[in-house]
């Protein structure tokens, strides 16, 4: 069993920066691919960000291409989200997921092979 809980969550002005963090309770963190989804209000989740077991590899929507990056420690069990750059339309619940399916790097990430969902965190954007 893993526990992913988030934070960094917050309100930020167009422009603006936030480094989003999951820590993850349990001893296999890097059996995991990593990654971070979002939830726009009215819409559906989405996949942001992909990392793989040792951190050498990242994928990315292309709606944050070049704006966001994604990056794990594995000896703290924390995977990050650094965003800059951030727009409105970037505002969305920010969910950590833990995919441990096996069947290796996928990317994007397909949310019905995620084993492990984060309760979210908030970030708003204004303009």
């Known amino acids: 069993q893993v526990q992913l809980v988030e934070s960094g969550g917050g309100l930020v002005q167009a422009g603006g920066s936030l480094r989003l963090s999951c820590v993850a309770s349990?001893?296999?963190?890097?059996?995991?691919?990593m990654g971070w989804f979002r939830q726009a209000p009215g819409k559906e989740r989405e996949f942001v960000a992909g990392?793989?077991?040792?951190?050498?590899?990242?994928y990315y929507a292309d709606s944050v291409k070049g704006r966001f990056t994604v990056s794990r420690d594995n000896a703290k069990n924390t995977v990050y989200l650094r965003m800059t750059s951030l727009k409105p339309e970037d505002t969305a619940v920010y969910f950590c997921?833990?995919?441990?399916?096996?069947?290796?790097?996928?990317?994007?990430?397909?949310?019905?092979?995620?084993?492990?969902w984060g309760k979210g965190t908030l970030v708003t954007v204004s303009s």
């Open positions: 997921a833990a995919d441990g399916s096996g069947t290796g790097w996928r990317m994007p990430l397909r949310q019905d092979l995620i084993n492990y």
């Open positions: 990392v793989s077991w040792s951190g050498s590899t990242t």
């Open positions: 349990g001893r296999t963190f890097n059996d995991y691919i």
